[in-house]
């Protein structure tokens, strides 16, 4: 309902944070479809937070952040280039903490 009463007005900008992360499978599927919808229908620019590579391969561009900082991007990457990508980025973070740097990465659709 919530993703619905956002559509309603035609935004130009959708901000989007773990849209998917309560929902169960098929429900998840169909906010993503909605979000996708905005984009290649109305013309919205959607910009989604994520940790999930599922959800973060519907996007045209994902940006990857470590540690609050741009990291890296994928243009149409699949949820499997993204988890790599992912798990790459967690395994660079580790290593920078081990030299006192703080660790963690995650994903921007």
Known sequence: VAVARALVTAPDVIFADEPTGA???GTA???LGL?????DTLGATVVMV???PAAAAWADRVLFLADGAFADHLERGSAERIAARMTALTGR???MAGAGAGAG????A
């Open 29 to 31: 599927a169909e906010v």
């Open 105 to 108: 990465a995650g994903v921007a």
């Open 23 to 25: 929902l169960d499978t």
């Open 50 to 52: 994520t940790h999930d």
């Open 93 to 95: 973070a580790r290593t």
């Open 35 to 39: 979000l996708r919808h905005a984009v």
